[in-house]
């Protein structure tokens, strides 16, 4: 009963006595088992990751925010991917998490729903990322309207005529909301709004987008819905003798961590992935432990990061 004390830092051991206790259990390599401990007190101190695609560098950058906020508090963290959008997908994964004794679930998941499809009551304790479905959960998330009129108003103050704009998927969360604060940053300056070039977030599709946007004389800023997307992007300019930023000006989004390694190195919107984890295994912990809902919905504020490949039109 003292060593059980002890493991789990209840008040009633004098201090020598849990000394003692500690080394013992250092010198004898001892390790509690957490099956035992759930068995026992009908806690499994596990919360579930439900996630799309962990491939990109948005979701990635969540999920390990996620574990370092989730360890911090004393859980463990299982994954499990989602093979296809939509309700029914989530509802299947959430039940698969109940089966593996998750107490609750973060879900990221970005794309959006045809008609607006909701999330069903009586899912577990759940706590939304960058989710594009409707439900009456928590969120936590960046204001990307926010960070594209950030990306836009930066290269409209160097006195670039207009932004044009290479927009992500046009069913993500993210793309959606990037592409709007856009528009409104060009509409409210009075500034020409050009139609979007879209691609699919990889470095391909910038490159591709190349050849519908850098043969043009006029083009002389381009706002980019992410920062792989700007590398494709300034790949081709740099095989078009387009040099960046004295002929272009190039702005994208995330910050990730390749992007101050571009050349030149890459103006960007700042999301803090780490903050974003915390905030919401917080959020989902405390629900858990209190067994009250929260309908809290979170945005943080982006960040310009201003480099290199930004500068006056020629």
Known sequence: MTVSRVINQQARVADDTRERVLVAMRELDFRPNLMAQGL????????????????????SAALHGIELAAGARGYAVTITHLTESGPDAVVRGANLMRSRSSEGMV??????TANGEALPAGLP???AIHAGMQ????????NQGLGARMATDHLLALGHR????LA????????VEREAGWRKALSDAGAEVPDPIRGDWSATSGYEAGAQLLDRRDVTAIFCAND????????????????????????GFDDAPMSAFFTPSLTTIRQDFNEIGRLSVQLLIDMIESGNTNP???????TLVVRQSTAPPA
């Open 168 to 175: 992500g998927p046009e069913n993500w969360y993210e793309s």
């Open 107 to 112: 879900l990221v998941q970005p794309r959006m």
């Open 40 to 59: 026992a007190s009908g806690r499994s101190r596990t919360i579930g990751v439900l996630t799309e695609d962990t491939t990109l560098w948005g979701p």
């Open 135 to 142: 439900g009456d959960y928590p969120l936590v998330g960046v």
């Open 296 to 302: 809290a919905h979170i945005a943080l504020e982006p």
């Open 125 to 127: 304790p759940m706590v």
């Open 228 to 251: 792989e997307m700007a590398l494709g992007l300034l790949h081709a300019a740099h095989e078009r003798g387009i040099q960046c930023p004295e002929r272009l000006s190039l702005v």
């Open 162 to 165: 207009t932004v044009h704009h």
